[in-house]
């Protein structure tokens, strides 16, 4: 986790938009969603539950001054179940060009967000167990959301202290 943590700081630059993507009466595929419902929950900003489709939001994210777009999702990617990868749009664009279970691919998602802005787009996805009928997320996948969620809430909330609290005088 240490070397996830070091790319997330360094790469998310506010103001960020974390979109969670999935289906969350599919297993496994509703993990995007859940963890942005999580990080919802516990007040972090610019959240968006695209669910089934993130296509919906393309004109929101092209449009809404965000220097960096987040979107989780699982994602197939060959590891351990649970298995956490952190893509920028380059590569997410080669991983995930046309073949998707939503609409539109996350690639041309990326692209799309990009289009024409300062805005970069990243993925933070996790290898599923299932993508079946199942009603809640597997043990695995369930495990890296719970060390995900605070990881991503410390990094878009910093905790700032005031002169005063430092011991400085007001």
Do not use: K
């Not at 969670?20 to 900003?45: M, S």
């Not at 939001?57 to 179940?81: C, K, Q």
């Not at 997410?92 to 691919?105: G, L």
């Amino acid at each position: 986790m240490a070397g996830l943590r070091e790319a997330l700081t360094a790469q998310l630059r506010p103001p960020v938009c974390v979109v969670g993507v999935g289906n969350p009466d599919r297993g496994d595929d509703g993990f995007g969603l859940r963890l942005a419902e999580w990080l919802r929950h516990h007040g972090a900003p610019d959240i968006i539950l695209a669910e089934r489709t993130p296509e919906r939001w393309v004109g929101t994210l092209a449009r809404g001054g965000f220097r960096t777009v987040l979107f989780l999702d699982a994602v197939r990617m060959g590891a351990d179940h649970g298995a956490a990868v952190f893509l920028p749009s380059v590569e997410i664009v080669a991983r995930y060009p046309q073949v998707s279970t939503h609409a539109v691919s996350l690639g041309t998602l990326a692209r799309l967000s990009e289009t024409d802005g300062p805005t970069r787009v990243f993925l933070l996805g996790v290898q599923p167990r299932s993508l079946g009928p199942e009603a809640d997320l597997s043990e695995p996948v369930r495990t890296t959301l719970r060390l995900l969620g605070p990881l991503l809430l410390e990094i878009l909330m910093p905790v700032t202290e005031s002169l005063a609290i430092r011991g400085e005088r007001s």
